[in-house]
């Protein structure tokens, strides 16, 4: 199992990418209920039952679009890896506030303009914006709240690869290494009786 691990490495950073983008369209804070059990915090930031058990059902169902007959063996550790990923999200938000890297609301603008899903012939569609967010039942307030924290997600990650001076080890185990880092630094509190 851990030699398949290694050899789709490159696959689990981009599940890790296409979850948070999938939490775009889908919210992370605004559905978390107040009662929910918290499964985790991370400098005073919970993460909640719910919200990790959407994140488990849309990565699980993501493992087994990708990995096919492979995902039941993969699939063992998912919670650990969900969780985790879940974790390294509210330790880069806590970078992000701690160095004051911001998404700007014109960043933000562009980002939807941009948005092939928003346009037509090339060109955003007001319309086909606020269609779309309607079908995926989120307000424009709530996608651009995700939209900011995603954005600002992948600033702080581009800013942390800016530091790697090291071309001997790679763009992963450098990232994995700085996370474990800055998590020994900080306040973690892990409840995992919430998700067993």
Request: positive net charge.
């Amino acid at each position: 199992m851990i030699k398949t691990l290694r050899k789709n490495a490159k696959y689990f950073y981009f599940l890790f990418f296409l979850v948070i983008i999938t939490f775009v369209f889908w919210g992370v804070g605004t559905v978390d209920k107040q009662h929910s059990p918290v499964v985790a915090e991370v400098e005073g930031q919970k993460i909640t039952a719910e919200r990790f058990w959407r994140n488990y059902e849309e990565t699980r169902r993501i493992y087994r679009e990708l990995f096919k007959e492979k995902a039941t063996e993969l699939e063992q550790s998912l919670k650990e890896k969900v969780l985790e990923d879940l974790i390294n999200e509210e330790v880069l938000l806590y970078l992000a506030k701690k160095y004051e890297i911001e998404v700007t609301d014109k960043e933000i603008q562009d980002a939807i303009i941009n948005d092939p899903r928003f346009q037509r012939n090339g060109v955003f569609q007001r319309d086909i914006y606020f269609q779309i967010l309607k079908l995926n039942r989120i307000t424009p307030q709530q996608y651009e709240t995700s939209l900011q924290r995603e954005m600002t997600i992948r600033k702080t990650l581009q800013t942390i690869m800016l530091a790697k001076d090291r071309t001997d080890i790679s763009d992963e185990a450098f990232l994995k290494s700085f996370l474990k880092a800055v998590k020994s630094k900080i306040s973690i509190k892990i409840n995992k009786e919430a998700i067993s």
